[in-house]
């Protein structure tokens, strides 16, 4: 076996499905070892960042590894903001780049795709990532590929490995499973122990869930959890999108003072609000009506328990969750909080009426009412604002890190990875930065359902910031360029026209459909209205 079979080998054996990638003269020949060993099916896609976000949303969708291969330099200097994505947001994606052979460094030259010294990329990546390896020692190599692949699942982060060109051919041992640390038991059972004493005394108890919940593949098992206690469950704003189709016992997402008022009270009058899986960002806490003193809530994240002023400090979820589930065991399900269901908006007019983003949400809700549910990607902008109004199901977004041009290259990574057609709802100024990507569904049979959010407008920058004319951007005949990519596109202006074009879109399978929906200048969600309204207000009174 040799090097670069050796790794194949293990990213299979560890999770991986797939590899997207884009090759360059410094991984020629590992992409031809990758098409040969037919060990993983091989994605190429037309830019890095599309690259990236695609395996980030594979991670994401099939909670395991995501693979990204690129050039050196060139390839993989332009994917550095897919992987800070993943990288903040928790999605284990491992970056392979190709990169100079030994003898090449020495030649005194300065090799092409060289920044400022070989090893700048390496450093560069050290930042975004949990754990790097340089494979330039093939006796070592099975080691350093055990460890950092352990790490990308132990983290849920990214891993970065360097694959210099004149080693991807060299024989090379296969590559052992490293194990996760192991567990303090006792620890494990006063973590758990304590969590249950707090839940169970707390006259309020209110568990919010997040993406790592996810990430660790836990949904199942802590419904079952809040099934047992019968504690009301809410997502974070980045967890929207979880316990998708598992109904009770959500109740639905904490948006804090832009949100439905019954839940932020709920949450900010817990006397033990159990966050599990969380990512402490702004996003998620920063537009609380009453600031909720995080001191005094219960914290399962990652890898650490934190309760009451003290910390346990190797805790991994999933062996909490475990231990939770085992302390209720003996426990039959106790009665769920009675909670008046959120409603979304149903029956779109068929009118004439030109189309505002809760018309999408609306339309949306009729289709899947009619043709079942689809998993959502939104991309940042009102489209991702415009998914609050949509019923719960599977959502990808990059709801924290909040960088444009996710949509849709991680719609193709979804529907790459899972078969299932993903609905894509994306900006005008997002699409206009990785839109071009659809031009690579025809290759692989990919159909997803495009809605182009087309306002001619940056303009959640504008609902921040009135008056700047640059916010302002052309209209793009996005239903043109479909065309010219090979999918169905079709301009929709009316609420009649909206309607009609989605229905029809969900009718036809095997290419993409895009709807390029034109949005009247200053229209937008309810939802981005009163998260603006809420920022305001609260910058105004700190
Ligand atoms: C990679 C900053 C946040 S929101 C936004 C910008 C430029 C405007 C989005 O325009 P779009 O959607 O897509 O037309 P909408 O609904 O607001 O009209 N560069 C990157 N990421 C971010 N977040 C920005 C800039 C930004
Ligand atoms: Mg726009």
Redesign the pocket.
Known sequence: MNLSEALLHALKAQGAKEIFGIPGDFVLPFFKIIEESNLLPLYTLSHEPAVGFAADAAARMHMNLGVAAVTYGAGALNMV?AIATAYAERSPVVVISGAPGEGESQKGLLLHHQAKTLSSQFRIYSEITCDQARLDDVHHAPQDIARVLCHAHLYSQPVYIELPRDKIHQSCEEVPIQRLPAIDKEALRMAASEIMTRLTRAKKPVLMICVETRRYGLETKVAKFARKLGIPVVTSLMGRGLFAGMEPPLIGPYLGIAGDKKITRLVEHSDALFLLGIILSDTNFGISKEPIDLKKTIQATRNQVIIDYHVYPYIPLSSLIDELLRLTEERNDAPATVFPKIRYPRNLKSDDHPIHPIDIATAVNDLFDTAGRMPIVA?????LFTAFDIENTTLLAPAYY????FGIPAGLGLQATTGKRPLIL??????Q?TGLELGNCKKYGWDPIVLV?N?S???????FQPGSKF?K?DGWNFAEIAMGLKGVGIRVTTRRELHQALFQAVQERGRFHLLDIVIPPGK?SPT?SNYVSGIRRLSRNP
Do not use: K, Q, R, Y
């Open positions: 903001n991309d940042m902008g009102d489209a909040a960088t444009m041009g994306v900006g005008d100024g997002a699409f930065m959010f306002n407008s940056w303009e959640m920058l504008a609902v916010n951007i937008i981005l």
